[in-house]
């Protein structure tokens, strides 16, 4: 026999899940992040707000953005405020002469991200600037996340190689389906590092 305060129990706990939006569907705390990145953040943002439709994402893009001080400042006055997980698409407007440069610039965000968010970073593709190819760079985050747990490397090198004719004439932007691709491989890498801090 069902109590009058069984009842009233059972009605507590369905206000509450539908306040909340829904229990396990609703965004967990931990499904927020910050998005700062260049031209190829702009291109995945739509894809990425739908395959991270669960998660509170906040984001800032400018096409031509580069990782200076400029950049790592305004990410370091969010700092109180940062989401869990933040997603970089920066490096590509750089000079890869610049590789002592663009290092302080993962470093710096890899200190303001501390030990407990997770940062998520597509590696570079882009033809060689006056002779110097992107490959510098991409080793720079490939040692900085052999270093950091929380740093999960996008392998955007290898997904474009894998496919050629996804990336457009200028040997930078992708078209639609490998913006998709990109919004999904970071998703995964988002997902994958989220709960990885969690345990």
Known sequence: ?????????????LLV?????????????????????????????PYLRTVLRRWRLTQSYDVSRHLDGRTVAAIRARRSRLAPVLIISLGTNDDPRGGAQFAR??????????????VVWPNIVRP?????GYEGFNATLARAAA????????????????NPGWIGRDGVHPNAASYRARAQAIARAAE????????
Do not use: F, Q
Not at 128 to 132: E, F, L, N, Q
Not at 149 to 157: E, G
């Open 1 to 13: 026999m069902v109590t009058r305060t069984a009842l009233l129990v059972v009605g507590a706990a």
């Open 17 to 45: 899940a539908l306040v909340s939006g829904g229990g396990a569907e609703a965004a967990s705390p931990a499904r927020k992040a910050y998005v700062n990145g260049d031209s190829l953040g702009v291109g995945t943002a």
């Open 105 to 118: 610039g993962v470093r710096a965000i890899m200190d303001i991200a501390g030990r407990r968010r997770c």
């Open 128 to 132: 060689a600037h006056r002779g110097v």
């Open 147 to 162: 270093r950091r747990s929380n740093l999960r490397i996008v392998d955007w090198v290898g997904i474009a190689r894998r």
């Open 192 to 199: 994958r590092c989220r709960r990885s801090l969690a345990r």
